[in-house]
């Protein structure tokens, strides 16, 4: 399951979209998560799904990776689905036994709002697999810049934002290697009911909190050793550019907007 993972991990390949200004895929990003809150019918999902699929492509991810990533947010589709399946309300019933009573609207809503959840972390997964977090961090310090101004801690958020992302993965192989040492030592993670499981998982908490909080304590001297005093006089060794395929990359957001907005006013 840890494997599954891949929010926070970064695919280092040469694509078009790798070599995309952060800035514009954060901006993009955000386009793309108010895009698939504006689609209603099911043309405008296979549109979204078409768009995933060609930046992904684009980008040279494999389709594997993306679609492991959803396999942790089982339950939680799941759960979406039958909580808008069983209790929204509807005209045209298809299906009615004892309690149960599930219409042609509550099935439209539990689709649609499963694909949106599907598609929000296929979004997400897309930037963070073809952005760095140094890259991530810096395009978002300058994209809040201008709230320094009310002194809004924009480097601050970017750094915690930049260590965030990049112990997730440690923190996932620290992971994996306690819980392989426990079930060397007989631990069971996978039997037995609900509360079962949550006590076996103690023996791995446990050891996970004690590292992480020794590689914070470890971090922080490290910083504090060089001298880190915050954004104060602090210079970048690689400068943005927007570019023409930044650009272009708008254009193509603006494109997918322009016709889900245009297919929701006609077949709505």
Request: a positive charge; aromatic letters at 8%; proline letters at 4%.
């Amino acid at each position: 399951m840890l494997n599954n993972i891949t929010m926070g991990q970064y695919y280092p390949v040469d694509s078009p979209v790798h070599r995309l200004d952060p800035r514009v895929k954060l901006i993009l990003t955000i386009a793309f998560i108010v895009a698939v809150f504006l689609v209603h019918t099911i043309w405008g999902y296979l549109l979204i799904a078409g768009f995933v699929y060609a930046v992904s492509r684009l980008a040279r991810l494999p389709l594997k990776m993306l679609i492991r990533g959803l396999r942790p947010l089982r339950m939680i589709l799941l759960l979406t689905f039958l909580l808008n399946l069983f209790f929204t309300a509807g005209d045209t019933v298809l299906l009615s036994f004892w309690v149960i009573r599930i219409t042609r609207e509550a099935l439209r809503q539990a689709v649609f709002y499963s694909l949106r959840l599907v598609f929000l972390v296929l979004g997400t997964s897309i930037l963070t697999l073809t952005t760095s977090p140094v890259a991530l961090s810096d395009a978002l310090e300058i994209l809040l810049s201008p709230l320094k101004k009310i002194h809004f801690p924009a480097h601050e958020l970017a750094m915690m934002m930049t260590i965030a992302l990049r112990f997730i993965p440690t923190l996932l192989d620290e992971t994996d290697k306690i819980m392989k040492a426990q079930m060397a030592r007989g631990a069971d993670f996978e039997s037995g009911n609900l509360i079962s499981r949550a006590k076996s998982m103690i023996p791995l908490l446990v050891p996970l909190f004690v590292s992480a909080f020794r590689r914070a304590g470890d971090l922080a001297m490290a910083m504090e050793s060089r001298c880190y005093h915050g954004g104060e006089g602090r210079t970048r060794f690689r400068v943005l550019k927007l570019t023409r395929q930044d650009a272009l990359a708008c254009g193509c957001m603006a494109l997918l907007i322009g016709l889900i907005v245009l297919e929701g006013i006609l077949l709505r």
